[in-house]
């Protein structure tokens, strides 16, 4: 079972970028972004439901950040747009092993991607 998460890079204040998240060996039903900046702990960002819509996002995202999924639900994408400074983490995809939770607590989730880099320059 893999997660794999691209789409990180580097980008001004205000700009876009999308990030995805394949799954591999297995199909899931809810998937998840958290990120974690450098000397902080790591933070929910959103999650998607298994039909795709039920989803949530943190109160910082919110109106700038749009999480979706594919058909075959095997691919998980988190558009962002008004990138801020305050953005820049190490992104992680994230699903838990055998429930559609659709939430903040990153215990729920039992696998996660290697992380792909978000940095934006103000």
């Known amino acids: 079972v893999q997660l794999q998460a691209s789409g990180g890079g580097l980008v001004q204040a205000g700009g876009s970028l999308r990030l995805s998240c394949a799954a591999s060996g297995r199909s899931f039903s809810s998937m998840g972004w958290f990120r974690q900046a450098p000397g902080k702990e790591r933070e929910f960002v959103a999650a998607i439901n298994s039909n795709g819509l039920g989803t949530a996002s943190a109160d910082s995202v919110k109106g700038r950040f749009t999480i979706s999924r594919d058909n075959a639900k095997t691919t998980v994408y988190l558009q962002m747009n008004r990138l801020k400074p305050e953005d820049t983490a190490v992104y992680y995809c994230?699903?838990?092993?055998?429930?559609?939770?659709?939430?903040?607590?990153?215990?729920?989730?039992?696998?996660w991607g290697q992380g792909t880099l978000v940095t934006v320059s103000s």
């Open positions: 994230a699903a838990p092993r055998n429930s559609d939770y659709v939430g903040p607590s990153f215990r729920r989730y039992a696998y």
